[in-house]
Nanobody, 115 residues
């Protein structure tokens, strides 16, 4: 059974930093991309950042230059978030997509940015 467990969320003030972690367990074959999504209240879930098996990265325009996605091995993925803004407040979800068209999601971790 595959499980993705996020951690590292919390409440911070604008300008501060957080580092999200996503640890995957279970057998996942043919990983294509690992990614972070977020969903703010009343809004649709959106892609924040993704990283391919070849370590190519992609970022939403709103986080470019502030967030960095990285991976430690084939399954674990991290999101370093610097200079956080109130508009970054959301539930952040870890995602893994495979070449076999399987998608896995974590349960989400809350990030709140407020003064």
């Amino acid at each position: 059974q595959v499980q993705l467990v996020e951690s590292g969320g919390g409440s911070v003030q604008p300008g501060e930093s957080l580092r999200l972690s996503c640890v995957a367990s279970g057998s996942i074959f043919s990983i294509k991309t690992r990614a972070w999504y977020r969903q703010a209240p009343g809004k649709e879930r959106e892609l924040v950042a993704s990283i391919t098996r070849g370590s190519g990265t992609n970022y939403a325009d709103s986080v470019k230059g502030r967030f960095t996605i990285s991976s430690e091995n084939a399954k674990n993925v991290y999101l370093q978030m610097n200079n956080l803004k109130p508009e970054d407040t959301a539930v952040y979800y870890c995602n893994i997509d495979t070449y076999g068209s399987r998608t896995f999601w974590g349960q989400g971790t809350q990030v709140t940015v407020s003064s």
